[in-house]
Every structure is written in structure tokens, then in C-alpha cells.
């Protein structure tokens, strides 16, 4: 331990001299916020443009009756900006929004009041024009629907009073209404599945696996730039001719290259949260308002410690596959195109757990994912809260630290200056011959 503890003071140190490996620390607090600012004020600018002037529409009313101008007075009232066109041509009113800064046309075709007063359906026409594709088109296509959604609500309610006054409209409109329970760890929750796990999808769900696959790339490419770098510089091999044992080297890589991914795991953290704080600070327009308090089932302490344990393993795995990478690259432009190999067992599983259920998949591919440690940290993550930890996942962490011990003894055989220096000389002569071919 004496002789580990300068080796990882080096490692952290000659790391965090690097101005290379600022770029990846400093970059996700940097453009995660802009990101959600950008997103934030284009967002709500749209929604004060909606607040201020109202959402604009254009009417033709070619029925010219008072249940048509009701129709109208009913849009005005829940506060669309209506303006009427006199044209019954529809073309021509479509080639007037073209000039003005309205989207949508409604058209009230004649025999709409007799279709009304009769019990009949009655037809509206919306021609919605697309002058730009973004989120504000979508919305003020949604607040038109709402509009329309509740006129038919509101001339419903007047055909069960009219016919029968002393029946509750809602009651015909609802008659059975829906009380639903989710039961968590034998716990009765009073909430509709889901709002739970639309809820859990986007907190644990999501952010939790991305924050674990980007905390593994990161460690990965931090010891695969590092060794590079010091192969590059030569440095590597004057290090492995001292008195100082390969596993000790090794060690002092692994560790110093964690201590620094955790820094920069702790910067994206933080450019996360100011993401998502900028991204869902503006005021949400909804036709129904809903807010739903939730007790979110704790995890136990177990848990946590599997957790911790699960991704330490998992970022020693990454870490030494960069080792390894590094130390067979001559120079850091190798490195880095050699490096995405390493993302690839380490998001699968991500996706995997992020859109699918691994129960649901075929055996050959279950065995893939869970033969590979990085998968193990968002299986536990994805069900701590919910349920106990699945056999498998209890024990493929024995599995996962004995298959890390196995990579990290191999990468410590394979630091030797005559065996990286054999190595190195065949991937640079195997890259010559692919170019010779092209």
C-alpha cells in the first residue's frame, strides 16, 4: 500500500496536467446547460408569444346561423384570437394565412346548426398550415384540440339537460370512474401505474443508467489518453524498467484514473441537473391540471452497498480495457480511434435496461448482458426500488469482480516493455497493410 498510494499521487497528478483531459471534464458542464437554457428560452418564448397574443385562428362560417356564431363566441371565450373571413372559398382563405401570422383554418360548413339542434354529428373542418416544424406547432395544434374537445363536451352536457334534466351529465359522460393502486414491496400505493412509472422511467429510469454508462466511458478513455500519452512520451516504458511491481502500476492507473472520472462525474451530475432545471422551468399550459404527490418506496441499505460495489467493478472493467488500449497504442490519435470499442459492452446494457426487459429476451442474449460488469450496476439501479434484486444479479457480482480480477491480472502481464513494444509494432504494421490495400 506504501508504494501505491505515489503511484496513484502521480497518476491523478499527470492527469490533471493534461489540458486534453480538461476537455472531456469541463465540456458536460459546459454544454448541458447552454443545451436546456437554449431549449428553455425558445420554449418560452413561444408560450409568452401564446400567453400574449392568444393562439390565432382564422373561421369561415358558411352555415351563417346562430349555433355557428355560439361556435365562435365558445372559441373566443376559452381565449382564441378569431378572426372571421368572408371568403367561402376554403382555397382562398388558405392563401390568406400564408400572408398573416395565423396557422389554423376552421371551416363550419352549412347545415352544421340543423345537424346540432337535430342529435346529429356535426363536421368542422381544421386545416392546420405548417409554416415551421417545432414544438410550438405542435402545441397550438393541441390547444386547438382541447378547444374542439370541449365544445362537443359542453354541447353533450346540453343534450342530457335538455332531455333529461334531472340526469347528471357527467355521470352519462363518466359512468364508471377508476380508483387505481400500484402495490410496491407489498406496499399499496393510491396512483395509477402510470404516472409511477412514467415518474421512475425519466428519474431512475434514464438518468440513472446514463449517468453509470457515462461514468464507465469516461473512466475508460481518462486511462486509455493517460497511457497514450505516456506512451507516446516514452514515459511508459522508463516506468515499467523501474524496481516496482506491473500489478502495483497497474493499480496506481486504475485508481488514478477513477479519482479523476468521478471528478468529471460529478461536473456532468451537476450540468445535468442545471439541464433539467432550465428545461422544466417554464409554465406547462394544460387543458386538465394535475399534480400528484409521491412517496417513492426507499430503497434498502443493501441495495446501496450492491450498487457501490457493482460500480466500482464496473469501472476497474473500463478501466482496464483503457489500459489496455492505451498501452497498445503508439500514440494518443490511435487511442482515441481504438477507444470506442469499449463503448460498445458498456451500452447495450444501457439501452437494454433503459427500453427493454432482460426477462423478455432471448437466452443468448441474456447471457451476453449479464456476462459483461457494466450491465450489473443498472440492472440493480432499474430494480432496487421496486421489487428485490433478481438471483442472477445477486450473483453476478461475485461473477463480475472475478472476471475483473482475471482482465486486470492479464493487463498487468501485458505491461511489459518487450511484449507492448512486440504488440505495437503489429497493429502499426497490420494498419500499413489496410492502407497499402485501399
Same mark, same amino acid.
Given at each position: 500500500?506504501?508504494s501505491l498510494y ?15 483531459i480538461?476537455i472531456g471534464?469541463?465540456?458536460?458542464i ?6 436546456g437554457l ?9 408560450i409568452?408569444?401564446?400567453s400574449?397574443?392568444g ?8 352555415d351563417?346561423?346562430?349555433?355557428s356564431?355560439?361556435?365562435?363566441d ?19 382563405g ?7 401570422d395565423v396557422?389554423?383554418?376552421i371551416v ?6 340543423s345537424n346540432?339542434t337535430s ?14 416544424m417545432?414544438?410550438s406547432?405542435?402545441?397550438?395544434f ?5 378547444v374542439l374537445?370541449?365544445y ?13 334534466p334531472e ?6 359522460l ?7 393502486y %400500484? ?5 399499496? !400505493?393510491?396512483?395509477?401505474p402510470?404516472? =409511477?412509472?412514467n415518474? $421512475? #422511467?425519466?428519474? +431512475?429510469?434514464i438518468?440513472?443508467?446514463?449517468v453509470?454508462?457515462?461514468v ?6 481518462i486511462?486509455a ?10 514515459t ?11 500489478y502495483?502500476i497497474?493499480?496506481?492507473?486504475l485508481?488514478?484514473s477513477?479519482v ?6 460529478i461536473l456532468?451530475?451537476?450540468g ?8 422544466f422551468?417554464f409554465?406547462i ?12 418506496? %426507499?430503497?434498502?441499505?443493501e441495495?446501496? !452497498?450492491?450498487?457501490f460495489v457493482s460500480? =466500482?467493478?464496473?469501472? $476497474? #472493467?473500463?478501466? +482496464?480495457?483503457g ?7 503508439s500514440?494518443?490519435r490511435?487511442?482515441?480511434?481504438l ?8 451500452m ?8 427493454g426487459d ?6 443468448a442474449?441474456?447471457?451476453?448482458i449479464?456476462a459483461?460488469p ?7 439501479a ?15 457480482i ?5 472476471f475483473?480480477?482475471?482482465l486486470i491480472?492479464?493487463?498487468s ?11 505495437q509494432y ?7 497493410k ?5
Open positions: 500500500m506504501g505515489p503511484l496513484v499521487e502521480k497518476e491523478v497528478k499527470d492527469l490533471l496536467r493534461d489540458p486534453r480538461y471534464l469541463l465540456a458536460p459546459l454544454i448541458m446547460p447552454i443545451i437554449a431549449i428553455s428560452a425558445a420554449m418560452q418564448s413561444s409568452e408569444t401564446i400574449r397574443e393562439v390565432k385562428v382564422a373561421v369561415i362560417d358558411l351563417g346561423t346562430a349555433t356564431r355560439e361556435f365562435i365558445f372559441m373566443r371565450s376559452l381565449g382564441l384570437n378569431v378572426s372571421e373571413f368572408s371568403s367561402v372559398d376554403v382555397e382562398d388558405i392563401e390568406k394565412l400564408k400572408d398573416i396557422r389554423i383554418l363550419v360548413p352549412n347545415g352544421f346548426e346540432v342529435f346529429r354529428k356535426a363536421q368542422v373542418n381544421v386545416y392546420f398550415v405548417v409554416k415551421t417545432g414544438l406547432s405542435v402545441g397550438i393541441s390547444i386547438i384540440e382541447n374537445n370541449a362537443s363536451r359542453a354541447l353533450v352536457e346540453s343534450f342530457i339537460s335538455s332531455t333529461s340526469v347528471n351529465p357527467d355521470d352519462v363518466k359512468p364508471l370512474t377508476t380508483i387505481s %400500484t402495490v410496491v414491496k407489498n406496499r399499496i !400505493i393510491k396512483v395509477s402510470s404516472i =409511477l412509472f415518474q $421512475f #422511467f425519466m428519474g +431512475s429510469g438518468i440513472v443508467p446514463l453509470l454508462m457515462l464507465s466511458i469516461t473512466v475508460a478513455q486511462a489518453t493517460a497511457t497514450a500519452v505516456e506512451n507516446e512520451e516514452k511508459l516504458e522508463t516506468l515499467l524498467t523501474l524496481p516496482i511491481g506491473r502495483s497497474l493499480m496506481g492507473k485508481i488514478g477513477t479523476v472520472a468521478m471528478l468529471g462525474t456532468f451530475i451537476i445535468l441537473t442545471v439541464y433539467f432545471q432550465s428545461l422551468s409554465p399550459m394544460a387543458g386538465e391540471g394535475l399534480t400528484v404527490s409521491l412517496e417513492f418506496p %426507499t430503497a434498502s441499505f441495495s446501496y !452497498i450492491m450498487l460500480l =466500482l467493478i464496473a469501472i $476497474f #472493467f473500463a478501466t +482496464s480495457l489500459v489496455i488500449i492505451g498501452a497498445l497504442s500514440d494518443v490511435i487511442s482515441g480511434s477507444v470506442g470499442f469499449v463503448q460498445i459492452p458498456i447495450i446494457p444501457m439501452f437494454i435496461v433503459m427500453y432482460i426477462g423478455s429476451l432471448p437466452l442474449l441474456q447471457l451476453f449479464y459483461l457494466p450491465s450489473y450496476p443498472m440492472l440493480i432499474q430494480s432496487m426500488f421496486f421489487s428485490e434484486l433478481p438471483l442472477e444479479v445477486l450473483l453476478g461475485p461473477y463480475s469482480a472475478i475483473t480480477i482475471l491480472y492479464l493487463t502481464k501485458l505491461l511489459a516493455p518487450e511484449k507492448l513494444l512486440s504488440l503489429k497493429l502499426s504494421m497490420r494498419k500499413m489496410g492502407r497499402a490495400t485501399l
